[in-house]
T-cell receptor
Framework: GQQVMQIPQYQHVQEGEDFTTYCNSS?????IQWYKQRPGGHPVFLIQ?????EVKKQKRLTFQFGEAKKNSSLHITATQTTDVGTYFC??????????FGDGTTLTVKP | GAGVSQSPRYKVAKRGQDVALRCDPI?????LFWYQQALGQGPEFLTY????????KSGLPSDRFFAERPEGSVSTLKIQRTQQEDSAVYLC????????????FGSGTRLTVV
């Protein structure tokens, strides 16, 4: 079945440094979504990408969908302590459900 | 309601006991999903409803797991004869028909089987 892999599993950065997490799917996706989960919390929707090569920005966050619609990335510029959490990508095929990766856990040292 | 509501928030069950987990989605959301999340892992798909129709139950681990959404709103996930490997957080999510705003997750039910 469909698999979604994320790297790295963990990332520790100094406040102010940049951060990137990568997501790869074994199959072509109709769309990809990104979520953030704070420690002890539940996943919160950040964004959805649909088009091949699409790039979207939310303040310091930049999301990209690959040309082949099989990979995606999330880049955070100048991390802050409020960025701490686990970032998940979720890839959706035409079958309807979304398959989540295992996430990248970001810690930020002030 | 304003968000997705799940109850109970925590459940401790003795091995072999049956449990029922409830999800009250956002009003008007036609799609409802159940996911299972183990510690340190991403949510794993269990089942999906569109209104009252269960369109995909391919993620249910065994026939001990059963989900229903009889009136197209509230959903219940039932686990019979619980086992230790069922211990996890069970997340419910809902979305609009188009899904363009992603899934809205509830706070989850943390199930511990002892």
């Amino acid at each position: 079945g469909q698999q979604v892999m994320q790297i790295p599993q963990y990332q520790h950065v100094q406040e102010g440094e940049d951060f990137t997490t990568y997501c790869n799917s074994s199959t072509t996706l109709s769309n990809i979504q990104w979520y953030k989960q704070r420690p002890g919390g539940h996943p919160v929707f950040l964004i959805q990408l649909v088009k091949s090569g699409e790039v979207k920005k939310q303040k310091r966050l930049t999301f990209q969908f690959g040309e082949a619609k099989k990979n995606s990335s999330l880049h955070i510029t100048a991390t802050q302590t409020t960025d701490v959490g686990t970032y998940f990508c979720a890839g959706r095929t035409n079958a309807g459900k979304s398959t989540f990766g295992d996430g990248t856990t970001l810690t930020v040292k002030p | 309601g304003a968000g997705v509501s799940q109850s109970p928030r925590y459940k401790v069950a003795k091995r072999g006991q049956d449990v029922a987990l409830r999800c009250d989605p956002i009003s008007g959301h036609v799609s409802l999903f159940w996911y299972q999340q183990a510690l340190g892992q991403g949510p794993e798909f269990l089942t999906y409803f569109q209104n009252e129709a269960q369109l995909d139950k391919s993620g249910l681990p065994s026939d001990r797991f059963f989900a229903e959404r009889p009136e197209g709103s509230v959903s219940t996930l039932k686990i019979q004869r619980t086992q230790q490997e069922d211990s996890a957080v069970y997340l419910c999510a809902s979305s609009s028909r188009t899904g363009g705003n992603g899934y809205t997750f509830g706070s989850g039910t943390r199930l511990t089987v002892v």
